[in-house]
């Protein structure tokens, strides 16, 4: 079975500084995706970013990148330069032949 | 490029009662995906087709829920009779193939919240 893990039911940043949320997961395949997505209070998801497993170059977006280490299965995701509006629920999802989401990250970012 | 669009936004019902989501995936995506999503939770998959076949549905609760997408487009989700445990927001996804069959980005609708009362 894939399982997805947040370890952090709950972060906080300032704004204008760097947070990085985590999340480690466990899965047998060879091929597969990692998202982070963000659900803000409205509940819809946004894709904040990709990472195809066969690449080794960690995905960037903006402020947004990850590290993406294969061996140890974890998918850490960094906010640079965090803005108000990046408060939200983060999920972690892993993609084989299924979307596995891990528990969520509530983040907070005060002023 | 339109998204996924869904309807209705907010549906309140009575226990027993039942009720009835709609879909329209993003032109071109052949895979569609149904989630629940309790408050507090990460979103659980409910039924996924493949155009307009089934790929899995071993979650979805077939005494009272069922789901069927007519000619490989538009898809709708029913549940019937509704229970308590029902309220959720039901959140529908859709997505091209990845490489070897394996599941791509997915893109999501903005979900329907439904509260059973």
């Known amino acids: 079975a894939q399982t997805v893990t947040q370890s952090q039911p709950e972060m906080s940043v300032q704004e204008a500084e760097t947070v990085t949320l985590s999340c480690t997961y466990d899965t047998s395949e060879s091929d597969y995706y990692l998202f982070w997505y963000k659900q803000p209070p409205s509940r819809q998801m946004i894709l904040v970013i990709r990472q195809e497993a066969y690449k080794q170059q960690n995905a960037t977006e903006n402020r947004f990148s990850v590290n993406f280490q294969k061996a140890a299965k974890s998918f850490s995701l960094k906010i640079s330069d965090s803005q108000l509006g990046d408060a939200a629920m983060y999920f972690c999802a892993f993609s084989g032949y299924a979307l596995n989401f891990g528990k969520g990250t509530s983040l907070l970012v005060t002023p | 490029e339109a998204g996924v669009a869904q309807s209705p936004r907010y549906k309140i019902i009575e226990k027993r009662q039942s009720v009835a989501f709609w879909c329209n995936p993003i032109?071109?995506?052949?895979?569609l995906y149904w989630y629940q999503q309790i408050l507090g939770q990460g979103p659980k998959l409910l039924i996924q087709?493949?155009?307009?076949?089934?790929?899995?549905d071993s979650q979805l609760p077939k005494d009272r829920f069922s789901a069927e997408r007519l000619k490989g487009v538009d898809s709708t989700l029913k549940i019937q009779p509704a229970k308590l445990e029902d309220s959720a927001v039901y959140l529908c996804a859709s997505s091209l193939e990845g490489l070897a069959g394996v599941v791509d980005t997915q893109y999501f609708g903005p979900g329907t919240r439904l509260t059973v009362l």
């Open positions: 087709f493949q155009n307009n076949g089934v790929v899995d």
């Open positions: 032109s071109g995506h052949a895979t």
